[in-house]
């Protein structure tokens, strides 16, 4: 019997000896190309070992030979499942459709009673621009599961199924069939209400009806299912001008300046504004101004302990000015010096202003003081009370990204930095993580969940201290840090398991650990090494799978379905994981990403690489003119904030062939490293305690105590 071996390609040579190209008819449209695929001779061992090497190279950066391993596997066993779906998935991600075609064709006569194949089949004719062969398919599929005939093949799930109406809703609206088109999309929503795309495709719609307002209702609708669709907010900026609204018309358009969605149209049109609607810019600060007449201060005491480490939280950076109020009297230091320069009183407006290596101190924008010096400015409560901060900036070029004011402990500290400063707050780490764990974990959560957020908190801070050394402080206030909110954010709840763990630090062989952590992994935590390069040994990734038999890596067509389906895990938990958190659905369309990369006319989206649990770690996009790669957080950022970068791709493409749109399929929540907070929930309401979570996340590790 022969057997395998890679240096003598038997095989390959009497492929290619064997060589047919034929002409496939596939529902009426001839396809080119394909090959006739040959029948071989190969032990169980051998395709043991050539699905294994499939699968490696797949996910080490290889999908082209993964490929040709997968059709070599089907060369010997043509009536092989797991290689004609691996087929299947591979070539739809490769952008092949012709063979993805020919692949399904084999599935539907190996399995004809599987109405998934032809779901599939049909949608590969949408996202190909094939429209009259799509809509045969995926109505013929749509009257089957409505007659629920189909009692032997794979049946749809509701969310897939929602998606069924939105591809048939968008053939007919192209079609200019609109009653049609909306009754398709609302079947969509009552199947299932949270995915987006139904909603925007009713927006559309009615967007070309010149029914503005039912427009901006389904925009909203489409936003409150899923925020991170910050591509909308120029549309609503559109269309709220359509209506003469223009007080809101102003908001989204400063809202797309903020997430970074058509920003020079975005900048342009804001200074339209305020130079030609300067009642819209008025009412906007007297509605401030009148709140800030009337602020509830936060009661807060202060915590105490002995050697907790002090910690410079940066607040914002590069700023000329800010503007505060202060909940008791104050002082103004200059660092070093043991003497006030000025006295501050509470409930009042103070601003800072730094120009020129000069401090302006004003009160109520009446200009009172000044001094010239190099050196930090500090701003200390008297008695242990509060800054109210103005305008607070956050989540800059992130899909939440706003400005508001808050109210912070602790003293404040104006940093030089060319002709600004860097506004820091100075907390000791317990008071900072009053304010962090709630952030970052609802207080309402499990104590043991909400314990093992205060550890895990307390671990990263005092493992980051010279994260931003550089900047003057330890740490930010944003999630490339931890998510710090000000007292507003603080709950009796999270103070209760900050005091329960005081001091306690997460170690491996005595030494601090990273303990990085997400909002929802997925179902699987990665390992460092693979998403950051950095192989921790506490950090090998987690399996957070309830069914223990589900393995990663998962093969190619398994991880698709993997990240389709809302597969039973510990992150899967509708109490805590929130709308389009564990698995979501996203619609882009492809401007967005072109703006963002500067390229035109993209025909092809190809990922590369990707970690064992599934996160795309390299992207490469190609364009008739260029082709770049995209690698780490990148991916995320320009395919329009993505939650994870664990997704897969579903290309729409033009009639021109070129790409007009994705479809996002993804898991998770956050970089999916570490502690996965909604899987921390459910293991504590399985009755797990705080540390049996901390070592299920963070393996090898101790809990120690360093200070009370």
């Known amino acids: 019997m022969y057997h395998f071996s890679y240096k003598n390609t038997l095989i390959i040579l009497v492929a290619m000896i064997t060589f047919v190209t034929m002409l496939i008819s596939i529902d009426g449209e001839r396809v080119s190309g ?24 797949y996910y080490n950066g290889n999908p082209l030979k993964a490929y040709d391993l997968y059709k070599t596997i089907h060369g010997a066993r043509s009536k092989d499942l797991r290689s004609l779906k691996n ?41 190909s621009a094939r429209y009259e062969s799509a809509y045969k398919l995926l109505y013929d599929t749509y009257q089957l599961l409505n007659q629920n005939n189909n009692k032997n093949g794979q049946i749809l799930s509701n969310k897939e199924k929602s998606l069924l109406n939105y591809y048939l809703g968008k053939i007919h609206q192209l079609k200019g069939e609109t009653d049609k088109a909306k009754k398709h999309f609302q079947n969509g929503i009552k199947l299932y209400s949270d995915l987006p795309l139904n909603y925007m495709g009713l927006a559309g719609v009615f967007k070309n009806e010149r029914q503005y307002k039912k427009a901006v209702y389904h925009y909203k609708l489409s936003l409150s299912r899923d925020y991170s669709l910050s591509f909308i907010y120029p549309e609503l900026a559109i269309l ?12 989204y358009w400063k809202k797309s300046l903020a997430t970074g969605n058509s920003t020079n149209r975005a900048r342009k049109k ?52 800010i503007s505060f109020q202060a909940s008791s009297d104050f002082a103004f230091v200059l660092k070093g010096n043991n003497k006030p320069l000025l006295q501050g ?39 242990h009370g509060l800054f109210l901060l103005y305008d607070l900036a956050y989540g800059k070029g992130y899909f939440w990204a706003d400005n508001e004011d808050r109210q912070f402990r602790g003293a404040l500290e104006a940093y030089p930095v060319n002709d600004g400063f860097n506004l820091i707050n100075i907390v000791n780490v317990e008071a900072y993580l009053l304010s962090v764990v709630p952030s970052e974990m609802p207080a309402w959560w499990p104590h043991e969940a909400l314990k093992t957020q205060a550890v895990a908190a307390r671990s ?30 603080e709950s009796p709840r999270t103070t209760k398991a900050i005091l329960e763990t005081m001091g306690e ?40 799978m309830i069914d223990n038999n589900i393995e990663f890596p998962l093969d190619p067509y398994k991880l698709e379905r993997w990240l389709i389906t809302d597969t039973p895990s510990y992150s899967n938990n509708p109490r805590y994981s929130p709308n389009n958190s564990y698995r979501w659905v996203k619609y882009l369309p492809i401007g967005v990403l072109e703006e963002k990369l500067n390229i035109k006319d993209i025909i092809n989206i190809i990922p590369l690489e990707k970690s064992k649990g599934g996160s795309v770690l390299k992207l490469k ?55 996965d907070q909604t899987a921390a929930a459910s293991m504590a309401d399985e009755g797990f305690n705080y540390k049996q979570i901390l070592k299920h996340f963070y393996k090898e590790t101790e809990i120690k105590k360093l200070y009370e």
């Open 34 to 57: 394909l090959t006739k695929l040959l029948e071989t001779d190969l032990t169980d061992f051998e395709i043991h070992n050539l699905y294994k090497k499939a699968r490696t190279e």
């Open 87 to 127: 087929l299947v998935t591979l070539s739809e991600e490769l952008g092949q459709y012709e063979d993805t075609l020919f692949y399904l064709n084999r599935l539907i006569n190996l399995e004809p009673e599987n109405i998934y194949w032809k779901y599939k089949k049909g949608q590969v004719f949408y996202q």
């Open 240 to 251: 709220m001008e359509k209506l003469n609204n223009y007080e809101d018309a102003y908001y």
């Open 270 to 321: 804001i200074t339209f504004y305020e130079e030609n609607y300067p009642a819209i810019i008025k009412k906007e600060e007297s509605e401030k101004e009148k709140k800030r007449e009337n602020i509830y201060w936060r009661r807060v005491e202060p915590v105490y302990g002995e050697n907790i480490p002090e910690l410079r939280i940066g607040l914002v950076e590069g700023v000329k000015s």
């Open 345 to 383: 009183n509470a409930n009042t407006e103070w601003s800072v202003k730094r120009e020129e290596g000069t401090y302006f101190i004003f009160k109520e924008k009446k200009l009172i003081r000044k001094y010239k010096s190099n050196k930090p400015l500090v701003i200390k409560s008297n008695k």
């Open 460 to 489: 990263y801070a005092l493992a980051h201290l010279n994260r931003h050394k550089d900047d003057g402080y330890n740490l930010c206030a944003e999630v490339h840090c931890a998510a710090y909110r000000g007292v507003e954010k």
């Open 505 to 544: 630090v997460i170690t491996y062989h005595n030494r601090i650990i990273d303990a990085v952590f997400s909002s929802n992994s997925g179902g699987f935590s990665e390992s460092s090494y693979d998403i950051w390069g950095s192989k921790l040994p506490y950090l090998p990734g987690s399996n957070n």
């Open 621 to 675: 996009i190609t364009g008739r003119n260029k082709s770049l790669t995209l690698s780490g957080g990148r991916i995320r950022s320009y395919l329009g904030g993505l939650r994870s970068s664990r997704f897969l791709i579903k290309k729409i493409y033009s009639p021109e062939g070129t790409i007009s749109s994705l479809i996002l399929y993804g898991g998770g929540w956050g970089h999916n490293v570490g502690l």
